[in-house]
């Protein structure tokens, strides 16, 4: 599997990196975040030249309405705040925390009796909501997790969930890369699971973790995708917990779950997501020239 060759060796296109406490790390860079960066805002830049602006701050003023409409339409991620508040906080964060290697946790106990999977009817009652509007439901959706610890919570609409869905069951796993300040990227496997017909899970864990304990790793991070109301109301709500032994912050989870959104809600047909969606079929297929440098350069783009 192709997943296996990328996690004990990497070398693409002239570009070499090793594996260094389970992260990887670029030989011929010293500080690869700032290079992406620096490119993440050199595009900015050149977009506010484009349209005749002076820099940043009036590109966003601009585009405040449409990153207003993005927000609202995949758990009010906004990708451009995201990323700004995910630099602030991970700055932050690194500097409480001495120990930066990879926690990796024990397996899933094989022989632990599997409890059922929930349904929306175990979060709220179904019935109800049937008869609310749109912007209720959502409401309610969205105050039944707020008082809870480490949860995410989207409400998408069919037409968002069927293109996610479409990939997903094309591509069921996948890997996605995390800056790690200069110690370069940690890698992250993501892996979907079809385990109803009106439920579907994601689940994300470390490329560490999978290595050692394949189909019994722990996820750190588990959405799941609720179909009950898709054909009454044109919805699909989603609920996310992130495991409080992870060592992953919320701010690297969301991160981490924008970018599965991102790599799996694109259409063919769409600007921008031609090379995201040909990465996930590379992978897939278990193509050898599978690019790092392209998957990382992708996930750290604004397109």
Request: charged share 30%.
């Amino acid at each position: 599997m192709i997943v296996n060759k990328i996690v004990s060796r990497i070398s693409f296109r002239g570009s070499k990196f090793l594996v260094k406490n389970n992260r990887f790390v670029r030989f011929n860079s010293s500080n690869t975040k700032d290079i992406v960066l620096q490119k993440y805002r050199d595009k900015l830049n050149e977009k506010a030249n484009a349209l005749g602006l002076k820099d940043v701050d009036d590109l966003k003023e601009k585009l405040k309405d449409d990153i207003e409409k993005k927000k609202k339409e995949f758990s009010a991620i906004d990708p451009l705040k995201e990323l700004e508040e995910y630099e602030r906080r991970q700055a932050l964060e690194i500097s409480k925390n001495d120990d930066k290697t990879i926690k990796v946790r024990s397996p899933i106990d094989k022989n632990k009796p599997q409890a059922p999977y929930k349904v929306l009817d175990s979060f709220v009652d179904v019935e109800k909501l049937k008869d609310l509007p749109l912007k209720e439901l959502e409401f309610i959706w969205r105050a039944r997790f707020q008082n809870i610890e480490r949860t995410m919570v989207a409400v998408l609409n069919n037409l968002q969930f069927a293109s996610m869905y479409a990939n997903a069951f094309k591509n069921p796993s996948f890997i996605l890369p995390l800056a790690k300040n200069e110690d370069g990227y940690e890698m992250h496997f993501v892996q979907w699971s079809f385990i109803g017909p009106k439920t579907t899970h994601c689940m994300l864990t470390t490329v560490a973790e999978y290595k050692l304990h394949k189909e019994y790793a722990k996820p750190h991070t588990t959405l799941m995708f609720h179909q009950e109301l898709s054909n009454s109301k044109d919805v699909v709500l989603m609920n996310g917990q992130v495991e409080e032994e992870s060592s992953l912050t919320m701010d690297e989870a969301q991160l981490l779950v924008l970018n599965v959104q991102r790599f799996y809600g694109g259409i063919a047909s769409a600007k921008g997501n031609e090379k995201k969606l040909a990465l996930l079929r590379d992978f897939t297929s278990g193509n050898a020239d599978f690019n790092m440098e392209e998957l990382i350069a992708e996930a750290a783009s604004i397109d």
